[in-house]
């Protein structure tokens, strides 16, 4: 209840939660939630797929991280949905392509779905995972899925026990921190879910017609809702709209970057532009 109105979990406005009695103050906060801007350039961020890449191509990394890795950048989900996943989740009732997982501020009573069915190579890297490397560290020595119960967890650590977002890190750090020149600044995994909504409206934008006269607005308003709703199972239409927001500010600083290389090669501003 107490959440900002940007996180996207939020049953309530704030008004209505103004009104409820609470045994918490509320600390006011000068300014929301934002998306960094220079992780929206378009450097950034293909530095941050080419040290996804690398990570994913690596003979070091192992098939459980690279299983994570890959539902994380397909799908925009958080580091503890997918490192927490149960079997039945992954099932998700026999429908190939997604898997249910639990939301953030649900307290396990709400689930959501993750979309992967057109990117083999996401279902390529679980089945990888889950033929090669879970039936080694399954206590019972089970090697297949269906003898394993849906409450189980997916991933495993090599000890038998249940996988989690601290263990996932501990290895992202490890293979990160040697590839972290590859990107103009540093990031975390987290910030893939951040790239993921970028790079959707990005597409979704080019697709309306961006940059010609026919761009189709409501097409696009409506298709942004929906992906903010559906795939991202954000409650609150703000947190889309933040994110919208933030591309205008892509432009300001990819003209201001090129005024800068301009600066260094010592080339000005011709005064009939101005």
Not at 5 to 10: E, F, K, T, V, Y
Not at 12 to 25: D, G, I, Y
Not at 104 to 128: C, D, L, M, W
Not at 233 to 245: H, V
Request: hydrophobic share 35%; aromatic share 10%.
């Amino acid at each position: 209840r107490g959440a900002p109105d940007h996180a996207g979990i939020r049953g309530e406005t704030h008004e209505q939660s103004r009104r409820r009695p609470t045994a918490f103050l509320r600390q006011h906060q000068a300014q929301g939630w934002k998306p960094e801007v220079r992780k929206e350039l378009a450097d950034v961020r293909q530095g941050i797929h080419a040290v996804i890449d690398a990570m994913l191509d690596s003979a070091e990394v192992s098939a459980r991280e690279k299983a994570v890795l890959q539902l994380l950048q397909s799908t925009g989900a958080r580091v503890h949905e997918v490192a927490l996943m149960t079997v039945g989740e992954y099932q998700n009732e026999g429908i190939a392509g997604q898997a249910q997982v639990m939301n953030k501020g649900s307290y396990e009573r709400e689930v959501k779905t993750i979309y992967f069915a057109h990117n083999p190579r996401v279902q390529e890297a679980i089945n990888e995972y889950l033929e090669q490397v879970r039936p080694l560290h399954d206590s019972q020595g089970r090697g297949r899925l269906v003898d394993v119960g849906p409450q189980e967890p997916v991933f495993l650590t090599e000890r038998g026990t249940p996988y989690s977002p601290k263990a996932f890190y501990w290895h992202w750090y490890r293979h990160y921190t040697p590839l972290r020149s590859e990107c103009p600044v540093r990031f975390s995994p987290h910030d893939l879910r951040h790239l993921f909504v970028t790079e959707y409206l990005i597409r979704l934008k080019m697709k309306c017609g961006l940059g010609t006269e026919h761009f189709d607005a409501e097409t696009y308003l409506s298709e942004r809702e929906a992906f903010g709703s559906q795939v991202m199972n954000w409650r609150s239409a703000r947190t889309i709209d933040i994110y919208d927001q933030s591309r205008n500010g892509e432009a300001v600083f990819s003209t201001l970057a090129e005024y800068q290389q301009d600066l260094s090669e010592r080339r000005y501003a011709a005064q009939s532009a101005l």
